[in-house]
């Protein structure tokens, strides 16, 4: 029996009980909604956004049983609002995974800290309503100091991320430049997770061979953080990660990870480096055509500069269909109207700010028409600009 048959089984179990309650005042049997099938109770519970399934897990036994397993499967913790309140957060849903091990194997995605050291006693404390709890949390030490020991924080994050051994999609939002060394170094969840997908780190000086060798089904890998590289990939294997097809890093990262293995999608972030010929030559090497291709386009990028970027990497990316330019400031349309074109089998097309221009008209668009921004382009300046990309390329779509 699977884990969802034996899922579905026990709903159904519990369903059998909950139809043959009664009821005083002559009204046999519970209401309409909890006579429905399990199925459609989870199909229900599904539904709701996660707010409502923790109410409704409150409402009896039977579904806190049906809806817990669907409230922990995709774990996304907000990082918006204030920093305090986003760690505390994280360390009581860390305490209650920690607890409650038989939820751990629900769970499918994790993104949202690993490390949550700086909460103190006294911002744990000002989570509980009741009065003699409270007390008993500071009488722990100081109210400044933090709520749990390394040692405590370590041994809580390994139950978790050990225990969720069906794990498909992690992402540690936080930087490993700030987790205490007897952390990470102790952290051997990663052997555990032999069904993981997708994995996004935000890492320093870290070796990740032992990480990516002890997960042979990644498909997709996100890396962001500056590192030597000789340090981070000493002693890649070309039988490592075989089956990656997402790639999200530095040119310096891609340079290494691409060759031999199957990529499709490729982001290259951080333009503190320039896109040198000879990195972007190891995209080539790639066993897929990378069809997916996303760049970050610096600030103060000139024409030439990202005219021969975009021209080497056609050179060495010829087939992409899917074209995305992060645009870190404005661009002029010169280079786009020249470059564009020589990729044959272009469909789409994506300019993202990633930043606010606050002296942007409404409906305008950061495309300019030279590095003095004199003019911005308009709703109809954009239209005639698109109408030439098309002209120029016959396969593209949309952008």
């Not at 008993?136 to 924080?153: C, K, M, T, W, Y």
């Not at 969720?164 to 051997?188: C, I, K, M, T």
Request: proline residues 6%; charged residues 20%; glycine residues 4%.
């Amino acid at each position: 029996m699977s884990q969802k048959d034996g899922f579905i089984h026990s709903a159904r179990f519990a369903y059998r009980k909950l139809a043959a309650w009664t009821f005083g005042f002559g009204q046999q049997g519970p209401s309409g909604f909890a006579l429905l099938p399990p199925e459609l109770h989870i199909k229900i519970v599904e539904a709701l956004d996660a707010k409502s399934q923790a109410y409704i897990i409150r409402t009896c036994r039977y579904f806190r049983n049906l809806a817990e397993p669907i409230l922990y499967r995709h774990i996304y913790i907000d990082p918006s609002g204030d920093v305090n309140t986003f760690l505390i957060k994280t360390l009581l849903l860390h305490i209650t995974l920690s607890r409650r091990k038989d939820i751990l194997p629900y769970v499918r995605t994790y993104h949202g800290p690993l490390d949550t050291k700086h909460v103190t006693l006294q911002h744990l404390a000002a989570t509980v309503r009741r009065v003699p709890r409270r007390l008993v949390i500071l009488q722990r030490g100081d109210p400044n100091e933090p709520a749990f020991s390394i040692e405590e924080h370590r041994n809580m994050v390994n139950t978790i991320f050990s225990g969720a051994v069906n794990l498909r999609d992690v992402h540690f939002s936080d930087q490993s430049y700030w987790w205490p060394p007897e952390l990470w170094g102790s952290f051997n969840a990663f052997k555990y997770w032999n069904k993981l997908e997708a994995l996004e780190l935000n890492v320093w000086e870290t070796s990740l061979i032992p990480i990516i060798r002890a997960l042979p089904g990644l498909t997709r890998l996100a890396i962001s953080g500056t590192a030597n590289q000789q340090r981070r990939w000493d002693g890649l294997q070309s039988t490592d990660i075989p089956r990656l097809k997402s790639l999200k890093a530095t040119i310096s990262d891609a340079a290494v990870l691409v060759p031999g293995r199957p990529i499709r999608e490729l982001e290259l972030t951080t333009v503190c480096t320039p896109y040198s010929e000879s990195l972007l030559q190891h995209l080539a090497l790639s066993t897929c055509d990378i069809v997916d291709f996303r760049m970050a386009v610096g600030r103060f990028w000139n024409e030439d500069r990202l005219q021969s970027t975009l021209r080497a990497v056609n050179r060495h990316v010829p087939r992409v269909m899917s074209l995305s330019l992060l645009l870190e400031d404005n661009v002029t349309d010169l280079p786009l109207l020249v470059t564009l074109p020589l990729f044959m089998d272009l469909q789409h097309v994506r300019l993202i700010s990633t930043r606010e221009n606050p002296h942007l008209p409404d409906n305008s668009t950061l495309i300019w028409d030279n590095m003095a921004c004199r003019h911005v382009y308009g709703g109809r300046d954009f239209d005639a600009f698109t109408r030439e990309v098309k002209e120029a390329c016959p396969t593209l779509v949309d952008i």
